[in-house]
């Protein structure tokens, strides 16, 4: 069984940003969770970070996320900037951090719908990968919940296809954890993110968020041609995810440039 964990805790004043950090909305945010033993992950990061592992029908399980969203108003925290708008998917592993304590997350990489990709790709050697993504949701201004949402991304890297469902009868729930607010700290507020950089050199950044309010929805049909790949998440595994969450809009700051580890 996980802690038990209050989001006050982990509720921290924005750190001032400064110089080249962005300031940017992530629209139909949903985050996608699978729990799969966690043998499947071995040797995808260093032996630095832990598996942060949920308890599931008694069997010690990782999870793995896919985050899609539109990144709306991406501009400068600082500065006055031009304003981006591009769709993106995050592919990220549950970790803990075992030099500091922290819980965090792997990132295996992202998809990005937008020329602006060669910065973090050609300057930070971000695993970010090419994709044209393309969103189609209706969300119910009375309700506040989706009656649509599809997702689709082409990409060489990982082609992916969601199509996710809310009603006002989806329940949050999460085994493994002692209560919901538990677990949505666990699965909603990582700060900290590290991964393999396009010349194997560890990478790290952070982002600050307020707490996010998100909702549980349904999948009606999945398919991330990543985790399959990687052999993490089998594509008849895919249509049983262990949570979905959704917010419609948020706001990230994000801590740039990208730090380099070794």
Known sequence: MQETRKLEDYLTPRPKPKGIDVLCGLKHFA???????????????????????VEVAGQRMGLVSVVPFIDVDFTSAVFPFPKFTMGQTNYRIYIIDTETGERCVWFLGTTLDSWTLLVPRLLWNLPWHAGKVRFDCHLNKTTGLYEKYTMETSSSWAEASVELVQSEFDELEFPGFPDVESALVYLTHPLAGFYFRRDNRLGTYRVWHKALQVKPAKLKSANFKLLSNLGIVQESEQKSPYSVLIEPINEFTIYLPPAVIR
Request: aromatic residues 18%; glycine residues 4%.
């Open 31 to 53: 985050i996608i969770t699978y729990a799969v033993p966690e043998e499947r992950f071995e040797g995808l990061f260093p032996e630095r970070f832990q598996l942060d592992t």
